[in-house]
């Protein structure tokens, strides 16, 4: 599984641009589904399993893009503006490296701000080694990843996109392992959501499932002088969400998930997310409303070109996922 | 519809005197979002004769519908908002000084000195502020405050004003040279825009026209109106700033000018709305080199049309925005050229002539 993160991790995908991701998750899935389809907004679903009486249509959903960046300037020096592509912190800028779509590497460099003050996005541009704007292979509308090679800790695996692509890693194993079950689940591979949670709510729209599952990372409150405070910490298992800023999941699904765990011998923790937003929201709203919950990995250093997970809770969120699937599911 | 007028399908639509002439009634009736009803009026008037068929829906939306000819044809829906920003009067004080809120994105900085019209009548007022004369060096520094704004109707006027009549600059349409200088050519001129190409259907696409309401509030008319159609696609017909200026007081290159004038359509690659579907930006901008009409790309960054609502109905919908460019966007008066509103309409139809369904086939794709 290791070796899927890693492909995954480097392979860029900023929102809007997921199509070689979209090929990477395709070839992973195989021949393990019943069905893939693509839709309108590049989404890949891959069906497993038909509705029975006992079963339910479940939409389980890991977005496949990431944040990056779009060029907005050339100048005549062959400096490159940019804008972001979902949330960046300045903080993570200066001195990152990007790698475009057609491969194309740059380097962030920083304009002469004053000192000690907060840079923003506008003070910086990106430096592709051209010498002038009419050899600069880059041009507006453009736009890149950021680069930074998958590190193996052990225990510990770092990458940038790790958000989300340690959950796609996550639903695509899940499907895989998959056996006979009652339920008819649509593995949704969702695109847009650092933007705005766009694929995953045309996705559900489409899919109109029963109930559904978000599978996300979520903050770990585990490093020095958190603020805000969070219950999660890395190796303590997957986190079952009782609420984010963009959606509670329903108690009953939660109650069901916790039971579910302690049931199979899954160490599971509970997550409170005060700030942030997944792909349940957009299942919970579509239609005429769908009952959803969400399956969180912790992660440290979000958003960072360098985010954190634990292999055990990798492999522990596969065989939850894997267990709730596998059965009827109880909404009392 | 016995009545309708069968206009030559293929023709290239022109700006002449009676485009412009509807531009100006356009531009200068008012719709502040909410209530469009006047802009309405003005577009059921131009398209009876032309569309199909022709709704106005909860929202006040006007839908209008024009089937094509053959088989396979791809349901292409184009979007325009018939609203604009303006005011809400919220409270009558007395000596008929009304207090108002602003509707949609307006610099609290741009309301001093500005004259306004109104209600449904267009009752002359001014947004008055203390005179020069009045005020202190320090006061001069500071911005002055909405709250502390009024529309001044005096009295006999003021008599027929109530909480909840909207309001709107008072600037009257004109051209000027080369330029359109008018208040509401966001989204007028697409409007306008869309009038011209319900009347100019190439044939092999079915066209879905919504002149839609409430956008510059969040894309509200847009979302119920692409539900209603369930189009193939869609293509939302704006107006974006041109900050196209030199920094004069910096010695460095302008690069956040968002679009510039004299440099045909704004095709947009990225918004806060939508990221559009690649596989129609390049459409337009293939349709735009090979028809030789200049266009430009417009900084990928803030802002939304109604592709961001589009886009993002029942299925999902491939969508993309083009606007023209204007100076001095959301103030009192905005600044066009003609010729690139011309280009917008020519890329456009031309662009729309050239639609098959292969343009849909196959997956969302990179550039």
């Avoid at chain 1, 679903?45 to 300037?73: C, F, N, P, W, Y």
């Avoid at chain 2, 709250?147 to 709107?168: C, H, M, N």
């Avoid at chain 2, 109604?306 to 491939?318: F, L, Q, S, T, Y």
Wanted: charge should be negative.
């Amino acid at each position: 599984m290791k070796s899927l993160i890693q492909k995954l991790v480097e392979t860029p995908g900023p929102s809007g641009f997921e199509y070689a991701i979209r090929d990477v998750i395709r070839e992973a899935i195989g021949e393990h589904a019943d069905e893939i389809r693509v839709d309108a907004l590049g989404s890949l679903i891959a069906r497993k399993g038909t509705k029975t009486e006992q079963g339910l249509r479940v939409m389980i959903s890991a977005h496949i893009d990431e944040i990056g960046l779009m060029v907005t300037h050339v100048d005549e020096q062959g400096f490159v503006r940019f804008t972001n592509i979902g949330g960046i912190s300045p903080l993570t800028c200066y001195g990152g490296r990007v790698v475009f779509m057609d491969g194309t590497r740059g380097v962030i460099g920083l304009d002469g701000i004053e000192r000690g003050k907060m840079p923003s996005l506008t003070d910086m541009f990106i430096d592709v080694g051209a010498t002038s704007k009419a050899d600069c292979p880059v041009k507006v509308g453009d736009v890149c990843g950021f680069e930074r090679p998958f590190l193996d800790l052990g225990k510990r695996m770092v990458a940038k996109s790790m958000d989300d692509r340690v959950a796609a890693a996550v639903a695509v194993e899940a499907l895989k392992r998959l056996g006979s079950t009652p339920n008819e689940v649509h593995f949704v591979f969702s695109t847009q959501e650092e933007v705005g949670i766009r694929g995953a709510s045309t996705a559900a729209y489409g899919v109109d499932p029963d109930v559904g599952f978000a599978v996300d990372v979520t903050r770990s409150g585990d490093t020095p002088r958190t603020n805000p405070k969070m219950a999660t910490a890395l190796g303590a298992g997957p986190a079952i969400k009782v609420r984010d800023s963009s959606f509670i999941a329903d108690p009953r699904l939660v109650d069901w998930m916790v039971q579910s765990a302690q049931a199979a011998g899954i160490p599971y923790q509970m997550e409170v997310l005060e700030a942030g937003g997944t792909d349940g929201r957009a299942i919970q709203l579509t239609r005429g409303g769908v009952p959803a919950g969400c399956v969180s990995i912790a992660c440290r250093y979000i958003h960072s070109p360098s985010e954190m997970v634990d292999s055990d809770d990798v492999e522990n969120a596969v065989r939850l996922l894997v267990k709730l699937l596998s059965e009827p599911i109880r909404l009392t | 519809m016995t009545k309708k007028i069968e206009l030559s399908a293929g023709q290239v639509p022109e700006i002449g005197a009676s485009q412009i002439e509807l531009l100006e009634k356009l531009c200068n009736a008012t719709g502040v979002s909410g209530d469009e009803h006047e802009v309405r009026q003005i577009v059921l008037e131009e398209i009876k004769l032309v569309a199909d068929d022709v709704k106005v829906d909860a929202l006040g939306n006007v839908l209008a519908t024009r089937f094509g000819r053959g088989e396979q044809r791809v349901r292409v829906m184009l979007a325009a908002h018939m609203d604009e920003i303006g005011f809400m009067i919220v409270k009558k004080h007395e000596d008929a000084l009304f207090e108002f809120v602003r509707v949609g994105g307006i610099d609290e900085r741009q309301l001093p000195g500005k004259p306004v019209l109104v209600g449904r009548e267009g009752l002359p007022g001014v947004i008055g502020a203390k005179p020069i004369h009045m005020t202190t060096a320090k006061e001069r520094q500071n911005k002055i405050e909405q709250s502390a704004l009024r529309i001044d109707l005096g009295p006999e006027i003021g008599e027929k004003v109530k909480p909840g009549d909207r309001a709107t600059f008072a600037t009257r349409f004109a051209i000027t040279g080369p330029s359109i200088r008018a208040k509401a050519l966001d989204d007028r001129l697409g409007v306008a825009t869309l009038i011209e190409l319900l009347k100019h259907v190439p044939a092999g696409i079915d066209l879905l026209a919504a002149f839609t309401v409430q956008e510059e509030v969040g894309l509200r008319g847009a979302r119920v109106a692409a539900y209603a159609f369930d189009p193939d696609m869609a293509v939302a017909v704006d107006a974006t700033p041109a900050y196209d200026l030199p920094h004069w007081d910096e010695d460095d290159e302008n690069d956040r000018y968002n679009t510039r004038l004299d440099a045909g359509p704004a095709i947009y690659v990225m918004d806060r709305a939508t990221i559009p579907d690649q596989r129609l930006v390049t459409w337009l901008q293939e349709t735009a080199l090979d028809a030789g009409i200049p266009c430009q790309l417009r900084q990928p960054g803030g802002g939304g049309t109604d592709a961001g609502a589009i886009h993002k109905v029942r299925g999902g919908i491939p969508s993309v925005s083009v606007s023209v460019p204007i100076r001095y966007a959301h103030t009192a008066v905005s600044l066009a050229r003609l010729d690139d509103w011309a280009n917008t309409l020519r890329l456009l139809h031309t662009a729309l002539g050239r639609i098959t369904p292969d343009l849909l086939a196959g997956e969302r794709r990179g550039g």
